[in-house]
């Protein structure tokens, strides 16, 4: 299977966390727009090793009604290195999107690749590569876009820095008739004494010549312990004949007294209105803090309205392995990466028909492992490496896919080595 993972993003989120203590609840409006992959807002948990291993998106339709599923992959050094995206198709699940983060040997963050799959085809849409100033920041981000073949220059952002925080971003686009790049957004960061974000400027142009500007301004405030407490949005608008900066609307957090946030609570400010709550998130978290299910609602004249939900299911790298909740079906390859052989372990929970199979990462099954009716429990096959004709795979990144006859799927990364 040859590799999903191109070149380049993630990295940026990276340079943007060293503003921000490990664990801790931040802002995450900053940098390049991304395509929208795992939408709500990002809870981090790093709480003792916990890591984000499945995640099911549901709407709400007179009844929850299932979205997607999105599996997540790490490497030995504890960093995403795969999200892979499926939907439901005819009652099965199938894997339709994928993103792929490649690093460092020094464990930086050299790009993300996103990918969508048509007709057994995959197809890179949307990549980010990193460049690294000496010092370890991230320095510029390059953002190409593609068409599955080729890939086009779109934008790109420069950052700088001050006493190793990120004090600007600077975003550019590139036109290509006359290889030029041309800025249309600039970011500016402010921070408290305690060295956390306090300020946010966005001007923008919205007209030539560039002098004409939207500014909008993000303020944070923080409670005694240092948790984030609330966003004020703020735009620059024309009042009473002058311009100001104009509350806008803002995002006030809640949390538990084991300081676990449990409310996200969004408010628009009006003129008739004055400050009016419009959508919240909450949180239902585990006794470590992780966020097993995120609910999504909207106020409306018949008061909350479900909207999403997430459910959430986490992993442990440390001691309390055994604590942890199953993370959908058990799929596993031992070992990983391998030459030569591997086993293949699964766990179907009822019996009836499994389908096991190993694809490349353009979508295409390369080897059948098993297919038809297995009993419940744990089984185990071995696998050579060789794909359905007998040849053997190309040195790479694979991915093994478990299908369950009650509609439950699990998708493992296998790396295959020279031999």
Not at 256 to 278: M, R
Not at 315 to 333: R, V
Not at 337 to 363: C, H, M, Q, T
């Amino acid at each position: 299977m040859g590799k999903l993972r191109l070149l380049p993003l993630f990295v940026f989120c990276i340079c943007v966390l060293q503003a921000f203590q490990p664990g801790e609840t931040f802002p995450t409006e900053t940098g390049i727009e991304r395509p929208e992959l795992d939408p709500g807002p990002e809870y981090h948990s790093s709480r003792r090793g916990w890591l984000l291993t499945q995640n099911t998106r549901y709407h709400y339709n007179a009844g929850w009604q299932f979205s997607y599923l999105e599996n997540y992959g790490y490497n030995a050094q504890g960093q995403q290195d795969l999200i892979a995206r499926h939907n439901m198709v005819d009652g099965a699940m199938n894997l339709f999107g994928a993103r792929d983060y490649v690093y460092t040997a020094a464990g930086q963050l050299l790009g993300t690749v996103y990918y969508s799959i048509a007709d057994g085809v995959w197809s890179g849409s949307h990549r980010e590569s990193n460049v690294y100033e000496t010092d370890g920041n991230l320095g510029q981000v390059f953002v190409y876009e593609g068409n599955g073949s080729e890939w086009f220059l779109n934008y790109q952002q420069a950052n700088s820095y001050e006493q190793g925080r990120l004090a600007s971003e600077h975003l550019y686009g590139y036109y290509s008739w006359d290889g030029t790049f041309t800025e249309y957004e600039s970011r500016f960061y402010s921070y408290n004494s305690d060295g956390k974000l306090e300020e946010k400027l966005i001007l923008t142009v919205i007209g030539d010549p560039q002098e004409y500007t939207q500014r909008m301004i993000y303020v944070y405030s923080y409670t005694p312990d240092g948790s984030l407490a609330e966003t004020l949005y703020q735009f620059w608008s024309w009042i009473n004949g002058e311009y100001a900066w104009r509350d806008d609307k803002r995002d006030i957090h809640t949390c538990d007294g084991n300081g676990f946030l449990t409310e996200i609570l969004q408010q628009y400010n009006s003129s008739t209105q004055g400050w009016h709550d419009t959508k919240r998130y909450t949180y239902t978290n585990d006794a470590f803090g992780n966020a097993t299910l995120v609910l999504y609602q909207i106020n409306s004249a018949d008061g909350w309205q479900d909207w999403y939900k997430w459910e959430k299911v986490y992993a442990n790298t440390g001691s309390q392995d055994e604590q942890i909740p199953p993370a959908g079906p058990e799929l596993a390859c031992r070992p990983n990466p391998f030459s030569g052989a591997a086993e293949i372990s699964f766990e179907a929970r009822e019996s009836g028909n499994i389908d096991l199979a190993v694809y490349n990462l353009k979508g295409q099954k390369v080897k059948s492992l098993a297919k038809g009716a297995f009993s419940a429990g744990t089984h185990k096959l071995a696998w050579n490496g060789k794909e359905d004709q007998g040849q053997d795979l190309a040195a790479g990144i694979y991915l093994v896919r478990l299908r369950l006859p009650d509609g439950q799927s699990a998708v493992r990364r296998v790396t295959v080595l020279d031999r």
